[in-house]
């Protein structure tokens, strides 16, 4: 299938799947005669792998990863895929934890500043940012 129709189908720019053929996410298409890729059926599967694990917050450096092992499963381990998943999880609480952060401390300069209409020469909020290290 033709670069246009892959696009279509898959609901991704035309920029993307270039993108991602060149990063090796998906496999060069044969070329015709005219020039134009010749997508396989393949690549459509692939595609939609790639967005599923994006969703739940797979890089795509993650995603190629992942994809080789789904590509070749018998050469890998369910432990191989736990394994990507279980860091992936713990990266998440990481920035879980870090956004908690942030949420209490923007929320407690921003429950001191008054809101009003006066000159921000005296805000909390920028004072506080100021001296925040």
Known sequence: MKIGELSKQSKTSVETLRYYEKQ????????LANGYRNYSSN???HLRFIQ???????????????LSIFISRDQHSCHDVKTLAENKLEEI???RLELEQMHHTLQ?????????DESAVNCTI????????
Do not use: H
């Open 52 to 66: 599923r694990a994006k969703k739940v917050g797979f890089s795509l450096r993650e995603c190629k990863e992942l």
């Open 24 to 31: 090796g996410l998906i496999a060069p298409p044969k070329r």
């Open 93 to 95: 609480q990481q920035q």
């Open 43 to 45: 690549t459509i599967s």
């Open 126 to 133: 920028l004072d506080a940012l100021e001296k925040q290290p």
């Open 108 to 116: 407690k300069i921003s429950n001191a500043c008054c809101g009003g």
